[in-house]
């Protein structure tokens, strides 16, 4: 029986989208076990120092104040790995936010007025938090983020872009951002009998139960981690973050149950954020448009306590032809918070300027800018020289180009006026590489005609509980409504993270060979099921993590549509298309919304979204949604996903690539390209706000 309706490619609808529309879906913090009591922690207001003292009187004379953490009476924890876990271990603070303090009472409003009581006394030393391409303490890193190496390089740069009749010599500027999810992180952690239960906000159960048993010395087996529904994440939750550990603490210390939800002024400090990134990216080619000599040098920031290499000159090794290329990374150790994982890590920043300085080159060839990426298209990976499994980005343009209206446009900039508006179109191509890790699964199946599928995947809102009951039922040809997914808890079987558009492929990898062999014990029964069922298991190590003889990646391409006003400076996107090469597409429904959702953050980081350091304190000036300004409603009008069906053998039995993060990552340079032809003016510094459109095109405006 073929169950078309439900297969793998279906827009089947989200299984828990009820719940949640109608709050039935508990997430970390509105779990509420008997006795459970509140937790507000209290960040330093230095940005580098020790603590000399922490006043508590005052916080513990309040009412409902059960205790207050402080460096000297907290629990001692176990080594780690990653310092940012080590939280109230000594008086050392780091940098702006570090947690030096944490208040436990009955209630949040009571831990919150009694965190404010907490008065700290700081001994300060001087500091440094700002990004400077100067600074003397720059330093070549071995590695960037992923393990690629820092620098890249074929051929003769130098040389080849010296003797090439068209040069284009830019440099391009995008600032700190941060993940903001939906959700703030949050735990609720509970001892019972020696056994630790904790919901948790992450993007991935198994992680912060390994973490949380190296830090207070418990097997792993006396730990449970649930993660069941997580309100959005974009790789600030894709490593353990030190509200758990405080959560945790503080429940051993008061024998009660403890919840944390992490205020979001605080959590720019504590999180990780996108680490601003400073680019040099120089192109040499010929008048025909084929490149012969590409560099894109990056320079970005890290704390002082763990290295953080945002990978942005990466890109440059993937994407256009060029038989000498230079890339390379350079880092600054600041009095800073750590860089993490912000969505499209590397990507995202790397592609704005690369495909920035494409538009540039076109400008400067007389090519039309679609044209002169087909031009570049390599025949293999240009820095490892490996075939790629599939390439269709050329189809992406060409299609695109037609859905977009792109053969109607005028060359010319600053030409299409409509009043005071001035309107202009854009391109940018994009790129994600294919990550897939060892995962196990289970499949069981019952008399009654029904199967369970058992799996410690994460769905952080992108329905990886539908697509993988799709999964399942088409690996099985039976209907979808008859599988249950369990996903969510460490108790599971094992899974990776999800995070780096890795998860599908990873979870559902090991689900399909589950399922596959399940089938396989139905067939051999002729689907007679015993009063017990019939179980089958999956672990795809020594599979999924072996290497492969092929670059793998997927590709898109983003053609955006903006009007700019003369007046008041205010540029607003009216059209945003992208089509996308990601393999099979494994749930229309689910797809589209991840794509979309992917362009409308690169919205943001063109338009709205910006933060600063303040040299002073050392602190995230735009710490909430007040002041950090993520794309709302009314910035986003017609917006359309669409792909091209790919097919691929060389990537796991579903045949699928990652979607979740390539939306973004040529959204901000596909605008900024449509801000320039729209204008004739180029601004290299994101995002593209007020202030700076209205210097840049009226220089003399006081």
Request: with cysteine; net charge negative.
């Amino acid at each position: 029986m073929n169950h078309q309706a439900s297969a793998p490619g279906a827009p089947v609808s989200r299984r828990e989208g009820r719940a949640k529309v109608t709050g039935a879906a508990a997430y970390a913090a509105e779990h509420s076990p008997t006795g459970r009591v509140y937790a507000w922690p209290v960040p330093a207001g230095i940005a580098s120092g020790r603590v000399t003292a922490v006043h508590t009187q005052q916080a513990l004379s309040l009412p409902g104040t059960i205790a207050v953490l402080t460096p000297d009476n907290a629990p001692r924890l176990g080594d780690t790995d990653d310092p940012i876990l080590s939280v109230l271990q000594n008086d050392r603070v780091p940098h702006y936010g570090w947690y030096v303090a944490l208040v436990v009472a009955e209630t949040l409003e009571a831990a919150r007025a009694a965190a404010q009581a907490v008065r700290v006394e700081y001994e300060t030393d001087a500091h440094d938090a700002v990004l400077k391409p100067g600074d003397p303490a720059i330093y070549a890193p071995e590695s960037a983020n992923g393990g690629h190496p820092a620098d890249r390089e074929r051929g003769d740069f130098t040389t080849a872009h010296a003797g090439a009749p068209v040069r284009v010599d830019v440099s391009y500027t995008v600032p700190p951002l941060h993940n903001h999810p939906m959700e703030p992180h949050a735990s609720t952690a509970e001892w019972d009998g020696g056994h630790l239960t904790v919901h948790d906000s992450s993007q991935g159960a198994t992680a912060v139960r390994q973490a949380l048993a190296a830090l207070f010395g418990i097997p792993e087996k006396d730990i449970t981690v649930v993660a069941e529904h997580v309100g959005g994440g974009f790789g600030s939750k894709g490593t353990p973050r030190p509200h758990v550990v405080l959560a945790v603490m503080a429940a051993l210390q008061t024998g009660r149950p403890v919840t944390l939800s992490l205020p979001r002024r605080q959590m720019a400090a504590v999180v990780g954020h996108r680490a601003p990134t400073l680019h040099r990216v120089r192109l040499g080619a010929g008048h025909d448009g084929v490149i012969t000599a590409l560099a894109h040098e990056v320079i970005t920031h890290t704390s002082r306590i763990k290295e953080f290499v945002e990978q942005a000159a990466v890109p440059g090794r993937v994407m256009y032809h060029s038989p000498n290329s230079l890339t390379t990374h350079r880092v600054a150790p600041l009095d800073v918070p750590s860089p993490s994982w912000m969505r499209a890590p590397g990507e995202a920043p790397g592609m704005y300027a690369l495909e920035s300085a494409m538009d540039e080159l076109a400008v400067a060839t007389g090519l039309d800018p679609v044209e002169l990426r087909l031009r570049n298209e390599p025949e293999t990976e240009p820095d490892s020289g490996l075939p790629f499994s599939s390439r269709h980005l050329t189809d992406c343009l060409t299609e695109g180009a037609r859905r977009f209206g792109w053969s109607d446009r005028d060359p010319r900039p600053a030409v299409r006026r409509d009043g005071s508006l001035l309107i202009g179109t854009g391109v940018a191509s994009a790129t994600y590489p294919v990550l897939v890790s060892p995962s196990e699964a289970t499949a069981h199946a019952s008399p009654d005609g029904t199967f369970r599928v058992r799996i410690n995947a994460t769905d952080i809102g992108t329905g990886a509980r539908t697509v993988l009951a799709q999964v399942a039922a088409g690996a099985m040809d039976v209907p979808v409504e008859s599988v249950t997914v369990d996903i969510g808890n460490s108790d599971l079987p094992s899974a990776p993270l999800a995070g780096g558009s890795s998860g599908t492929a990873s979870w559902g990898w090991a689900v399909h060979q589950a399922c596959t062999s399940l089938r396989g014990l139905l067939d051999e029964r002729a689907g007679a099921v015993p009063p017990d069922g019939l179980h089958a298991a999956a672990d795809t190590s020594g599979q999924a993590d072996q290497p492969v003889p092929y670059a793998r990646h997927a590709f898109g391409a983003h053609f955006a549509e903006v009007e700019v006003d003369t007046v008041t400076g205010e540029v607003r996107v009216r059209r945003l298309l992208g089509v996308f090469a990601a393999g099979r597409i494994l749930n229309s429904r689910t797809a589209r919304a991840q794509f979309i959702g992917g362009m409308v953050m690169g919205i943001g980081m063109a338009l709205t979204e910006g933060s600063t350091v303040d040299p002073a304190s050392g602190a995230f000036v735009e710490n909430d949604l007040a002041s950090y300004h993520v794309p709302v409603c009314a910035d986003v009008h017609a917006i359309e996903a669409h792909w091209i069906a790919e097919e691929d053998k060389h990537l796991n039995p579903m045949g699928s690539k990652g979607i979740g993060e390539i939306g973004i990552v040529g959204t901000a340079a596909a605008v900024g390209n449509a801000f320039h032809h729209a204008t004739g003016v180029r601004l290299r510094s994101l995002p593209l706000t007020v202030d700076k459109v209205l210097e840049a095109m009226d220089p003399a405006r006081p």
